[in-house]
């Protein structure tokens, strides 16, 4: 018997399969006059030390494992040949994205086009939102979540499977 059964094979699986990153939490830090930020601590390891920022809904930007914006692209991508609205999408999505590589500092730099996008001045927040962060004007995220807030209980419904708290 060489020990090799089902439960070692999945054991192995397990050792490698990257680990899916779970970003949470809200930063605030400054970006400098050359559009570079400081990622927060938490975060590095977890994005890696090639990521992609690109083009986010409601005027932010994306920061993502580049295994995570892979994902995301090829899904897209499987039904834009025939759906007009995932090709254009998928056009806005991908030429909005850069691939980052953090400084010895561990900054990252905003390319001008998404500070554009974004409207990202010297003050940001960067959110953690699962498998992604989110990097936003700090007025316009105050502004969202205080619109989002009264709401968030009643989305709950909507939004989360039936599960015990």
Known sequence: MTGEGPADSTA????????IPLLLGT????MDKKGRMALPAKFRGQLGAGMVMARGQE???YLLP????????M?????????????????VFLSGAVDQEPDKQGRVLVPQMLRDYARLGDEIVVIGVGTRAEIWNK?????YLAAKEDGYSDI???VLPAMEW
């Open 12 to 19: 192995e699986a397990r050792q490698h399969t990257p680990m």
């Open 27 to 30: 930063y605030t830090p400054k």
């Open 59 to 61: 005027r932010c930007v």
């Open 66 to 73: 580049q295994s995570e914006f892979r994902r995301i692209a």
């Open 75 to 91: 899904q897209i991508q499987r039904t834009s040949m025939g759906n007009k609205a995932a090709r254009e999408y998928l056009r």
């Open 139 to 143: 007025a316009a995220w105050e502004a």
């Open 156 to 158: 709950a419904d909507d």
